[in-house]
């Protein structure tokens, strides 16, 4: 599989990588079976660019991943994990529901500064049972998580000590790059305009529907010379099932405005001969300044139809088709959408 560099930095991931947080049984169970049969998928596949997050599974996701490469040559896969999140044990019946089943027994607390960034490496060290993470990713910092009061205070943490805790791993070589781990543009361009991150990695915002990293927040990586991984190429599901009824974008159920626009997807799709999937799959890789695209699953059946889509041809043209049905996800409140 062919790869692209990370920013300014001299390291390079897959131009499709695995996210593990169905590993960490996100919405359904994932028996430590199918866990380690879909890493093998995705390693079979080509695939040699991993995230996992503290978040996924309350730690469950660090330790299969972890378990999974700890007998990979090292230098022959690049691994990532997120901070922001740190794990606090509880006891069998206070473990919360984060839509993570038979999650690991801890809850967690938010902290985006210097020292908590640092605990949270040692931690995650200590799961996955490796010795080197490449990249970290500030998680799920902005208003789409917190809302905007609670954001004015995790982000004043991250801007005044945390960025510094990062710095410092990377002159130290503990990590090669770090960045945002996000749903949403806005903390990514207040962010950026204050530091030279390596890279984001964004979920839903650089998909075949979903544009709103176009206007202003890939200009400013083409500048500062960041790459995005792209996630959530599905928004929710939407572009894999179609507008059918119950389906989801955004993590909602969709409106009639975006089941419509994503009809006339299918359409288009089904008058080339594809599955609306496989453009989904194959859009942000268009971009040059898309280093990758996460495929997260728990099910090496998923994993392997995904990168089967990923092989078909797909013109310029094709993808010019969809242009007029895409969209900018609204401005966010001052209330959190999703927590």
């Known amino acids: 599989?062919?790869?692209?560099?990370?920013?300014?930095?001299?390291l390079a991931v897959t131009e499709y990588s695995f996210g593990t947080a169905?590993?960490?049984g996100l919405y359904r169970e994932c028996p430590r079976e199918a866990a380690m049969a879909t890493l093998h998928a995705a390693w079979g596949a080509g695939i040699r660019y991993f995230d996992t997050a503290p978040y996924y599974g309350l730690g469950l996701a660090e330790r299969r991943v972890g378990d999974f490469l700890?007998?990979?040559?090292?230098?022959?896969?690049v691994l990532s994990s997120k901070v922001g999140r740190l794990l606090h044990p509880v006891a069998d019946d206070k473990v919360p529901d984060y839509s993570y089943v038979k999650a690991l027994n801890f809850d967690v607390s938010y902290d985006y500064g210097y020292d908590a960034i640092m605990r949270s490496v040692e931690m995650s060290h200590a799961r996955l049972g490796l010795s080197r993470i490449d990249i970290l990713y500030v998680h799920d910092i902005g208003g789409y998580t917190h809302g905007a009061a609670k954001n004015a205070v995790y982000l004043r943490q991250l801007l005044d000590?945390?960025?510094?805790?990062?710095?410092?791993?990377?002159?130290?070589?503990a990590i090669s790059a770090y960045g945002l781990g996000v749903n949403e543009v806005p903390v990514c361009l207040e962010v950026m305009r204050q530091a030279d991150l390596d890279c984001i990695l964004l979920a839903g915002r650089?998909?075949?529907?979903?544009?709103?990293?176009?206007?202003?927040?890939?200009?400013?990586?083409?500048?500062?010379?960041?790459?995005?991984v792209v996630g959530g190429v599905f928004n929710s599901g939407i572009l894999a099932t179609g507008p059918v009824e119950g389906a989801h974008f955004d993590y909602m159920p969709a409106t009639d405005e975006v089941r419509a626009k994503v009809?006339?997807?299918?359409?288009?799709?089904?008058?080339r001969g594809l599955p609306l999937a496989a453009p989904a799959l194959q859009f942000p890789l268009t971009n040059p300044q898309v280093a990758s695209v996460l495929l997260g699953t728990a099910k090496p059946s998923s994993l392997e139809r995904n990168m089967e889509l990923t092989q078909k041809k797909i013109t310029a043209e094709d993808f010019a088709a969809f242009e007029p049905y895409t969209l900018v996800a609204p401005e966010l409140g001052a209330e959190a959408v999703r927590v």
């Open 206 to 228: 650089y998909t075949l529907l979903d544009r709103s990293a176009v206007a202003e927040l890939i200009p400013l990586c083409q500048k500062k010379q960041a790459s995005l």
């Open 161 to 173: 000590s945390g960025l510094k805790a990062l710095e410092e791993l990377k002159s130290s070589g």
């Open 263 to 271: 009809a006339a997807m299918e359409r288009i799709a089904g008058e």
């Open 22 to 24: 169905g590993l960490g």
């Open 1 to 10: 599989m062919q790869t692209r560099k990370i920013g300014r930095t001299n």
């Open 70 to 77: 700890r007998d990979k040559p090292r230098d022959s896969y």
